[in-house]
């Protein structure tokens, strides 16, 4: 084997040139989104009142395999990619394992993780579309931060609505979404219809990304020349943030590496959806049988304990309806909940590749992960977000078992992003503050019991 | 000219392994610090209660030009460096200028700016000699989690006393280090001698650089197997920081470039002083004539206002005393200062440097900083830190006078950090209510006053 180095980059004529849309070679498609009017298979055309014209494209798009990147976007991507492949020599030193440890770096931009990937992809179509401003929503705040970035870029204005408790819990991610003049508003908010009907319900609530949705949707469709753009879960995120992936591989080639393992954390699905393209579609083909590991906290444990069922992806009930693994649209996690990987649901295309066995998921608790988190930042010398060290978690967990076994596995792992603004949560666990929360079955009940009915497909 | 990718990376085989001792080169040498007890010239053996052996012998060495890095610090530094080297071409095109605009960012790590590169080298030889603990002072907070980061990884303690208007501003920078394990105190403090007497005689003090220094050398000196390191200023410090005008120029001659303008932030000198080195050589010896310049802000402007004189490194007056430019060492800046570049001195081999006429320097006010900085992060993706963001406020007028002229001239720049614990400033520029502030000569002669007296040397 070669010498490896630290940090792997590719050229910036390596670099990708197409994204991989995953769904072209998926054995069974995911089953359609549903008109939530009609109850019938969404058109096209049904998405441009909340899309712009090349998403709603994109997002129904089952069989184009290789998408040409617009080359205004490939030149946003050198200002910041690719992002470095990392041996982590120190961390299997530390841990005394024989397995070889890698992970793909996101967090090297100013949004703080991979989120940028698909928001300039977003901003820019929506930009050639003549569009003048934009809505989303955002948890943690990574999203809102890459989105008003790509905005500030392009030169279109953006309202954010910001998950009510990051909000709080983060004044300075606030800070610095306004920095690129984006106008941000905790949620749920009176702005809206469905803030103002969740607030009624719920004065007290700290907010969900399900509600924040509901709310930019609304603001979208309300405002014109507006459209909304969601950072996860989405086909189209899927298929930008496949760039993560495409990289991986080209780099791993460059060293003659192939992961037995590939480990990421989920959330909506949006990086793990990106970082194991090409490695599920060498499974897919039969030409390669590496595991794939989805991990998510055990507050909001989408895969491990949802339902694979039609469900709204917004609180408000007003989106598609999708079938996903979910807890049910209304289901928020406790607020003692740090960071994001908050959603209710997963990404249609990873809960079809886990329903039908391509996938595993785990479930971890958040005082595990920060144990992890902090291990990690001491040995590699980079600060992880919380979702990220989820990922860091399970890779540490399958290097231990290396250790017992002997065995000299090869384990890759996407790192999304950085802390930076996460130390309310970095100081709770360092003080010895912080817990854990578990839902009791009867509280995932809850969310089952308000799944839609939907006759003939789910009663 | 050849088509020069974004980002130029080195690869690791590429990666300097020998620091560079712009001394060597010197035409004079900067004048020798002082025993502050016997007005004599220092000997190494004076600072070894403070430097560990091997710093105290880098701090006096002048002779030697090129000194081998440790392989256990070319290995740290391979786990976040090479830094790119950025073609800055959206900034260009905003500003519509002939200038080709390249800056070498420091940023992408976890302490979040170019300190690192000092830290790692110094905890490497305290814990080669064998010490068990360190103490330091931090101002912005960028050196104290650097040094934290260093000393989590080779396992030393460290007490890190933060100025107070730091401490208060950015309580983040606080938890970040303590996510290290390094105990953060803020000065001045009733932890030493020189805390307490401060504290006593200007009860309501933001602190000072000056005054953590003198907390800082107290603590080490009475505490046992302890030393002081200190994260600019220090001959030592532009030695380890040397990595950067190394990665620089060998990153240039890669795309065939080399800059007409060397342009660096300037608070102690750690980072203009590590970034010039290889073309300050070229200077010296006459084979090549860039401008260097050192931008300052106008609330602290040591070189533009101060006196090239002797003085002592902090306010307690218990260090060595240097011949460098200075405020005096009692110089505190007003309390809307933002972020660093808050020492009262200079490097003495950059005041030596610009005393001599090899150097420019400019200063520059905060709004007109933090206008740079947000123009700068809305077309580059990158939020940069407040120190910065004075070496893009420079680029960015010397790139509009190429406008002007009509000139390509290539113009380089340190990027020395990250802003992403800044944002309590940049909030108050965009809200409107940063203002500047500028000493009157009244308050500059108040620093002057105070400077020692040395019997045939300084009346």
Redesign the interface.
Known sequence: MKNI???I?L??DQMPKQWYNLRADMKELPDPMLNPQTLKPIAEEDLYPIFCRELAHQELDNTTRYIDIPEEIQ??Y???RPSPL?RA??LEKALGTPARIYYKFEG???S?SHK?NSAVAQVYYAKKQGLTSLTTETGAGQWGTALA?AC??FGLDLTVYMVKGSYDQK??RK??I????ANVIASPSDTTEAGRRILAENPGTTGSLGCAISEAVEKAVTTPNCRYVLGSVLNQVLLHQSIIGEETIKAMELIDEYPDIVIGCAGGGSNLGGLIGPFMKDKLQGKADPRIIAVEPASCPSLTRGRYAYDFCDTGKITPMARMYTLGSGFIPSPNHAGGLRYHGMSPILSKLYHDGYMEAVSVEQTRVFEAA?FF???????PAPESAHAIRAAIDEALKCKETGEAKTILFGLTG?G??D??A??SY?EGTMTDYIPTDADLQRGFDALPVIPGVQE
């Open positions: 180095p630290h940090r980059y050229t910036e030149d946003f050198k200002m910041y990392i020599y120190e090297n931009n100013t703080g940028l970035e500030a870029f004044p300075f800070s610095i306004q920095t690129f003049d902090t930042a001491k040995k590699e010398t980079i600060l950085t930076y603004f130390m309310t970095y100081s360092h």
